[in-house]
């Protein structure tokens, strides 16, 4: 059975700032993994899908990077912002069920000004 | 243009009425889904269409009833609502591609609050 879990659960940081988000699997059989990010009382923003055979993302200041060996991702923020502030999760969609995303508890990001 | 779209965006209601959700996805995709999102936000896929046929069933009591009457559209019935249906219900879509691209994409979502 698949798990994701995220870490940190909360992170502040100053604005400028480089910061790295980490999601880690259980199952490295996937198809895909998703990163979204989701405002207070909002929905889910998808920012970066990567196939199970790519190793990197980017758009933007994000890179997402997987390693689907160690059964890890990591969601690289360069020169964070205020407006970056919200909760970020990642979601796994595994080989044998590609439509169903399995979800992590989220990392939720302040960055003060 | 919005892309997923749920209503109502808000619903209260009382134990034991049936209310509806509806979701329409304007991005020609083939598969919808429903997601809840609990008190502590965790976020747990409950069913899929696909072309209107049901996918997967998340051992959701039969109490949701998920109708899709084409494949834009997936409405969310919910019969003799319990204290702890009160969650965040998120519609999404998407198409897959092949190759592992299979983006979703997620609808604003429907606060249900049972009293």
């Known amino acids: 059975k698949q798990e994701v879990t995220q870490i940190p659960a909360a992170l502040s940081v100053p604005e400028g700032e480089n910061l790295v988000l980490n999601c880690s699997f259980t199952d490295s059989a996937i198809y895909n993994l998703q990163w979204f990010r989701q405002d207070p009382g909002k929905g889910l923003t998808s920012l970066l899908l990567i196939q199970s055979s790519q190793r990197e993302q980017t758009s933007g200041r994000l890179n997402a990077s997987l390693d689907k060996s160690s059964g890890r991702s990591t969601l690289y923020i360069a020169a964070s912002q205020p407006g970056d502030s919200a909760t970020y999760l990642c979601a796994v969609a595994s080989f044998y069920n590609t439509d169903k995303l399995i979800f992590g508890t989220g990392t939720r990001l302040q960055v003060f000004p | 243009d919005t892309a997923v779209s749920q209503t109502p965006k808000y619903l209260v209601t009382q134990m034991g009425n049936d209310k509806s959700i509806k979701c329409e996805q304007n991005l020609g995709h083939d598969t919808m889904y429903w997601y809840k999102q609990d008190s502590k936000k965790f976020l747990k896929i409950m069913f899929s269409?696909?072309?209107?046929?049901?996918?997967i069933n998340e051992t959701v009591p039969n109490r949701f009833s998920p109708k899709s009457p084409d494949k834009a559209h997936l409405n969310l019935h919910i019969n003799s609502l319990e204290l702890g249906d009160s969650a965040v219900y998120f519609c999404?879509?998407?198409?897959?591609?092949?190759?592992?691209?299979?983006?979703?994409?997620f609808g604003p979502g429907t606060r249900l609050t049972v009293l």
């Open positions: 269409y696909n072309n209107k046929e049901l996918i």
């Open positions: 999404a879509s998407s198409q897959d591609n092949g190759g592992g691209y299979n983006e979703q994409f």
